[in-house]
């Protein structure tokens, strides 16, 4: 059993920058993919990006640039730093873990919101 419990979200005036965490913590020598998903009001749960524990890394299109996820293994620690904030990246951003970098999850965070407004 994996346990991930997400930090960072907030309110950011478009443009701005957050710095998301997701810290892993049980069966975490299983862990061979993390990362982020989000979900914005009435909308489908769609990936953000992944990362496996030998650093290979997947973004969605619209994140690439913007958005750039890290790992520390002996933290069972990712992050995910995002720039250039716009509205419509606002959402409740959820943490995974599985066992490949385009499967599906096995383990959820309960979601850290982020919200974008002037």
């Known amino acids: 059993q994996v346990q991930l419990v997400e930090s960072g979200g907030g309110l950011v005036q478009p443009g701005g920058s957050l710095r998301l965490s997701c810290v892993a913590s049980g069966s975490t020598f299983s862990i061979y993919a993390m990362g982020w998903y989000r979900q914005a009001p009435g909308k489908q749960r769609e990936l953000v990006a992944g990362?496996?524990?030998?650093?290979?890394?997947n973004y969605a299109d619209s994140m690439k640039g913007r958005f750039t996820i890290s790992r520390d293994n002996t933290k069972s620690t990712v992050w995910l730093q995002m720039n250039s904030l716009k509205p419509e990246d606002t959402a409740l951003y959820y943490c995974?873990?599985?066992?490949?970098?385009?499967?599906?999850?096995?383990?959820w965070g309960q979601g850290t919101q982020v919200t974008v407004s002037s």
């Open positions: 990362i496996t524990s030998v650093g290979y890394t």
């Open positions: 995974y873990s599985g066992n490949s970098l385009r499967g599906t999850p096995i383990a």
